[in-house]
């Protein structure tokens, strides 16, 4: 007997998915991969489930136009893979994201969306997402991207890659230009700038080191010409960046 599944393009009531949705023990319909598309537009939820219904190896078992609903009816059909659009109302993507793996960390989950930013890459896969790829990929990019996924590997869409690559870079070269500039300052200045990051004022600073206040000022004003920083905020968040002082 084969699997009932959601015909239906937009389920928003929860007694149809309560009662269309199949057994929780029923994930696979032979060796296809079960598919919820979650969209807001109409013509491309439709677009989806044609092409991938055309494919002998996937089965789009239900599809709808909110994020609220696709978790809903994921947890309830238990999908092998969700195509997740970011924009959505009622409750967006990367809510859905956190709330589904949640409540089904197994299903796998494929973000399929117009935002091309690092942040909304980097948000995404910390959301649980094991894939991101661009509405404008074509369609040998959507297949490889499913079959990755479900093999276990994170897919970004070449086209935003780069974007990622060069995030890492710049993050590296600044956390270097950073621990070089901290190498240049003596064991003194790191202390004053310790005690400077607590809170210390330089008097207190200079009755605890036994020097003269105007030793601190003057070590403080080397602090700021080395490192580059302008006043107490920077170098207090310096401190923490370089583990002298938690906050």
Do not use: W
Request: proline content about 2%; glycine content about 4%.
């Amino acid at each position: 007997m084969t699997e009932t599944t959601v015909a239906t393009e937009h389920v928003s009531a929860p007694e149809r998915l309560e009662d269309e949705a199949p057994g929780a023990d029923a994930r696979r319909l032979g060796d296809r991969t079960r598919i919820v598309i979650a969209d807001d537009h109409t013509i491309m939820r439709e677009g989806l489930r044609s092409l991938l219904e055309a494919e002998p190896e996937f089965e789009v078992v239900g599809a709808v136009d909110n994020g609220r609903d696709a978790v809903r009816l994921a947890s309830l059909l238990k999908p092998d893979l969700v195509l997740m659009d970011l924009a959505m109302p009622h409750m967006d993507g990367m809510s859905a994201i956190r709330e589904l793996k949640r409540r089904a960390s197994d299903i796998t989950v494929l973000v399929l969306t117009m935002h091309k930013t690092e942040e909304h890459i980097r948000a995404a896969l910390q959301a649980g997402a094991s894939g991101y790829l661009l509405k404008d990929a074509a369609r040998a990019e959507l297949l490889i991207a499913i079959v990755s996924v479900m093999r276990g590997r994170t897919f970004i869409s070449p086209a935003v890659a780069d974007r990622i690559v060069a995030g890492y870079l710049e993050r590296d070269a600044a956390e270097g230009s950073m621990r070089a500039r901290s190498d240049t300052l003596t064991a003194r200045e790191k202390q004053v700038l310790k005690l400077i990051a607590e809170g210390q004022r330089n008097r207190d600073i200079a009755a605890y080191l036994f020097v003269s206040v105007k030793t601190v000022e003057k070590h403080r004003a080397n602090l700021m010409s080395k490192l580059d920083l302008h006043n107490t905020a920077e170098l207090t968040s310096f401190a923490i960046q370089n583990s002298l002082v938690t906050r």
